[in-house]
């Protein structure tokens, strides 16, 4: 029989402690498998945020240096500089990447720092309840906006992909989503990718990835995997936002 499927090396034999239809336990699976496939796991240095995966030290079989909310980018940042052999990689959620660290990414994206950072995109901030996050789409109902995220209290949902895009320092931005097989394959490409303009010294790279939060979008895990595509991807458009030209392409 051929084997089609193993654990990956550097994904610690450990039980999820993520909701059933989380996309953060997806996400960890296509990190290991990069990690291991581009013999990365003695140089790979991660930073893990508050938030759901704040545990992600228990998973991912990689040296890691927990950060405060927001600070992955200056943390990730000093690490690199001290070690610029390592390949140092954040994980955010969009209320850390994009709210309470919006200073410290877009600082880091525009220095250029070589770092890679997986950011997920769930449309709220998922641990402490499903407040809103910058992401939330309009009309989305979260804890914070009861009655629906609204244009002329909340404003718009921020595209921080695009808006990093702008920066000289960025290298490669994708958006991608794993609420499919398809997707999942695409994103595990987009993460390699962004690990490779790191292993090339080309600059800031960043994979975003909408991921689904069935417990705070009060869904079943299947109801939200169709969320993904009938309402994020209409706000947030799959696809190469920057870069991605050069070796990184390489499968
Ligand atoms: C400076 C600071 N502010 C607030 C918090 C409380 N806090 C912990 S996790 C979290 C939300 C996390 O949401 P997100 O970053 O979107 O990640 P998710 O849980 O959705 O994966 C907040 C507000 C904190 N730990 N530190
Ligand atoms: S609350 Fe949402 S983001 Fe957090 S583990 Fe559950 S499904 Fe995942």
């Given at each position: ?39 990365l ?39 690199k500089?001290a ?16 709210a309470?660290?919006?200073a410290?990414?877009?600082h ?78 695409k ?7 962004a690990?490779q ?7 800031f790279a ?15 895990p ?8 009938k309402?994020?991807t ?18």
């Amino acid at each position: 029989m051929r084997k089609v499927y193993s654990r990956p090396r550097s994904l610690k034999k450990a039980a999820f402690h993520y909701c059933p239809g989380c996309g953060h336990s997806i996400v960890h699976r296509l990190i290991c498998e990069v990690i291991d496939e581009m013999h990365l796991q003695d140089r790979a240095i991660g930073i893990p945020p508050p938030g759901c995966s704040v545990f992600a030290y228990h998973y991912l079989d990689v040296d890691m240096a927990e950060s405060a909310h927001g600070r992955g980018a200056a943390v990730a940042t000093g690490i690199k500089r001290a070690y610029p052999d390592a390949i140092v990689f954040t994980y955010q959620g969009d209320g850390d990447l994009a709210a309470i660290g919006t200073a410290e990414t877009i600082h880091a994206a525009n220095r250029g720092e070589r770092i890679t950072a997986i950011f997920i995109n769930n449309a709220v901030y998922g641990m402490t309840g499903g407040q809103m996050a910058p992401t939330t789409l309009l009309d989305q109902k979260t804890t914070t906006t009861p009655y629906g995220r609204d244009l002329g209290l909340e404003g718009s949902p921020i595209r921080i992909s695009e808006m990093l895009a702008l920066l000289d320092g960025a290298a490669y931005i994708e958006r991608v989503a794993v609420n499919s097989p398809a997707n999942i394959r695409k994103a595990k490409k987009a993460i390699r990718r962004a690990f490779q303009t790191q292993v090339d010294g080309l600059g800031f790279a960043l994979v975003e990835i909408l991921s689904p939060c069935p417990t705070n979008w009060k869904m079943t895990p299947l109801e939200s995997w169709q969320w993904v595509d009938k309402e994020m991807t209409r706000v947030f458009p799959l696809g190469v936002i920057k870069g991605g030209t050069g070796s990184e392409h390489a499968d």
